[in-house]
């Protein structure tokens, strides 16, 4: 499937351009949306029909959809940047590759790769007018697939609808980057062996909401996870994955919790700055980290520095980590030389402003 391969219904009222560009000017985080969808349906035995790029509207479900009752809905995100003149966005292949193995883990049908970008092309395209110009700021994708057919029977469903629709960002955070603060959950976990801990499931993030509100009350800005066997070792945040900065050898060494729990969302940005360490001839290690050796790096000086990555935060340096058993400031408790570093090399490569020698930069049109 191709970026023509839809059917094209346009907005009859679309945002006007004085609307768009003042929605421009702060767009925020998640606040707003753009003009138009992708939708594409899929029937058992008839596998994904023909999609429609559409006006953005309020879907209709039947009362009894299956995604109401047995939570069968996973969803992505990645954006797209204006560069040289033209639009980019940043390793799709890997946000399709990660949707089709949530969408196995959870029964439901995988979409193609192909159509996936396909799919982001074309609203990308259609809506281009609302990718911003401004620094820091991007174009939202959300991609998401839930199940449609209406009926009560703990089961596959046998109809899903997948959309794609789109956002334009500013910083996640509204402090823009500045050292956000965490708090270490011992109450509640994310996930467990076995479990859904490596799928883009909505059910994940609904169940990490109290200690996401918890971790507001303690005065931190977002929770961090551990196992749920042992209760020691540090998983990841609550909508994006950590990485602890050391020095080895004169040079800095990065360490983030590995993946072979199999608890833990395996994100793109994070495996882009593992190679990204690893082509400037720094060490990047995947291991357990456990909260006691966490502190106590911290408290000796060890740990340099430490911040958190994902498509929406980018790269948000950590400043303060708080338990139950106490807090520590990390170094200054200000960003670090290399988390501000490796932020701005990200940047750079995702807005097509440096050497791609990865082919990580997906040229829209």
Known sequence: MTATDFDLRPNPRPHSDAERLKVLESPGFGRFFTDHMVSIRYVEGQGWLRGALEAYAPITLDPAASVLHYGQAI?????????????????????????????????????????????????????????????????????????????????????????????????????????????????????????????????????????????????????????????????????????????????????TPDLSSGTLLPGVTRDSLLTLARDRGWRATERRVSVDELTADIASGKLKEAFACGTAAVITPIGLVKSARGAWTIADGQPGKVTMDLRHQLLELQHGRAPDPHGWVHRVG
């Open 75 to 255: 969803f992505e995100g990645f954006k797209a940047y204006r560069a040289d003149g033209g639009i980019v966005t940043f390793r799709p292949d890997a946000n399709a590759r990660r949707f089709a193995r949530s969408a196995e883990r959870l029964a439901m049908p995988p979409l193609p790769v192909e159509t996936f970008i396909a799919a982001a092309d074309a609203l990308i395209a259609r809506d281009a007018a609302w990718v911003p110009t401004a620094p820091d700021t991007s174009l939202y994708l959300r991609p998401l697939m839930i199940a449609t057919e209406g009926v009560l029977g703990v089961r596959p469903a046998h109809e899903y609808l997948f959309l794609l629709f789109a956002s334009p960002a500013g910083a996640y955070f509204s402090g823009g980057v500045k050292p956000v603060s965490v708090w270490i959950s011992e109450d509640y976990v994310r996930a467990a062996p076995g479990g859904t801990g490596t799928a883009k499931c909505a059910g994940n993030y609904a169940a990490s909401l109290v200690a996401q509100r918890d971790a507001l009350a303690k005065g931190c800005d977002q929770v961090v996870w551990i196992d749920a066997v042992e209760r020691k070792w540090i998983e990841e945040m609550g909508g994006m994955n950590v990485m602890f900065v050391y020095e080895e050898g004169g040079k800095p060494s990065l360490v």
